[in-house]
């Protein structure tokens, strides 16, 4: 039975595009909902989405954990009312995590890379025994997986100077340009940070490919799940 696929679409209006709106536009629509109200609501979608999504595929991974804990944390910072550094130090410290748990565990960057809901892994693992080439497909996978670790090192760095930048205002002076700022840096976010990390995540996938076609000696429709 095929799981469930998670809608890209679907992930961006509840993670990005409706929260902007919200936390952007909010206190302009509705003039007597308080800032932390919108504030409060526009981080309800994200935990929604990862509590729907959960629901229809039953299934969790390392990095949605830490991006739901990343939603949370903004949360508190927000109604602590704490110094938009910690905006910063939060945004830097998720992709930090992943890039660390993919740096010392091999097992991580297989599951996110090596995917069995991307690739035929029995099948390939199969052949690069028979081929006597499990050396070089194990190499292929340090290579990706490290240009990965790379890719969230990057994003780390850009996201903690990013909210530096962007994230000004204490939350106790004024929230509503709190969240006005936060919702520009939601929206900078993709083109300053996951346009340059998705470029290194294709630089990975491809590596991955081709290295794994040559130790394989498998046609390309035979590395896939989809037949």
Do not use: H
Not at 99 to 117: E, Q, T, Y
């Amino acid at each position: 039975m095929n799981k469930k696929r998670e809608n890209l679409l679907f992930n961006i209006l509840m993670n990005i595009v409706i929260p902007v709106l919200v936390l952007g536009k909010g206190t302009k629509v509705f003039p007597s909902v308080p800032p932390t109200v919108c504030f409060v609501v526009a981080l309800a979608f994200p935990v929604v989405y990862f509590a729907i999504d959960f629901w229809r595929r039953r299934e969790v991974n390392f990095i949605s954990i830490l991006g739901f804990a990343g939603t949370l944390l903004t949360g508190s910072i927000g109604l602590m009312q704490l110094s938009p550094f910690w905006v910063a130090v939060k945004d830097a410290t998720i992709p930090a995590l992943i890039a660390v748990a993919l740096a010392v565990s091999r097992r991580i960057g297989n599951k996110i890379l090596f995917s069995d809901k991307i690739f035929d892994v029995a099948t390939i693992e199969a052949a690069c025994r028979s081929r006597g080439t499990e050396a070089m497909l194990a190499r292929t996978l340090r290579i990706s997986t490290w240009i990965l670790v790379a890719s969230f090192s990057v994003s780390a760095v850009l996201n903690f100077f990013l909210a530096r930048w962007i994230v000004v205002t204490e939350p106790a002076e004024d929230f509503d340009a709190f969240n006005a700022e936060l919702a520009k840096m939601f929206a900078l976010s993709w083109p300053v940070i996951v346009v340059p990390c998705m470029i290194f995540s294709c630089a990975a996938l491809f590596i991955l490919w081709r290295g794994i076609k040559n130790a394989s000696g498998l046609p390309p429709e035979s590395l896939t799940q989809v037949k």
